[in-house]
């Protein structure tokens, strides 16, 4: 009888473990396919609506290179211009993350993201850039409420790129309050 406790105990820790476990992929892969899944589809398509849909009304813009800060809707008529011209070259961009904090509505990622796009010769150039994007969650989709990037004068390059972690490894990123 003893005996059956234990298998039964350790079965139901080994449940929760992978339960838990599954909730929190889940809850991650969401943020990342609402935030930087739609992202980079927008920018692979020159889609403004889906760019437009992945940022909140009450958006703000912060851009470290340019020593600025913009209210989101004259950050998103910059792209809506940009892209409507016939001549936009589309550019790839992918990102990592370096840290991801969390609560029940807002999340908090800093990262790295990489873009490239090809130039008249046919060369394929790459440009790099740091991150902090605040993310609120509005009818269930994550949506970007604060971006600030920057190139860090220059020092963002293709090894700090390489240096963050991938999207999908979250255990590495995420800071789980103790």
Request: without cysteine; glycine residues 6%; positive net charge.
């Amino acid at each position: 009888m003893l005996k059956t406790k234990y298998v039964i105990s350790y079965f139901t820790f080994l449940f929760l473990t992978f339960y838990s476990h599954g909730q929190e992929e889940l809850f991650h892969q969401k943020i990342n396919q609402d935030m930087y899944g739609n992202f980079s589809e927008a920018f692979k398509h020159l889609d403004y609506p889906l760019f437009a849909s992945i940022h909140s009304k009450e958006m703000i813009r912060i851009s470290g290179n340019g020593g600025e800060i913009k209210k989101g809707q004259d950050y998103l008529n910059g792209y809506q211009k940009r892209w409507s011209n016939p001549k936009t070259t589309i550019s790839l961009i992918s990102f990592k993350l370096l840290e991801r904090i969390t609560s029940d509505t807002l999340v908090s990622d800093r990262g790295i993201y990489r873009g490239s796009y090809t130039n008249d010769k046919n060369e394929t150039k790459f440009f790099y850039g740091k991150f902090h994007v605040l993310l609120r969650l509005e009818n269930n989709t994550w949506k970007i409420l604060v971006d600030y990037d920057s190139d860090e004068k220059g020092t963002i390059n293709k090894q700090s790129y390489d240096a963050a972690f991938s999207l999908s490894d979250y255990q590495k990123y995420w800071k789980i309050k103790d």
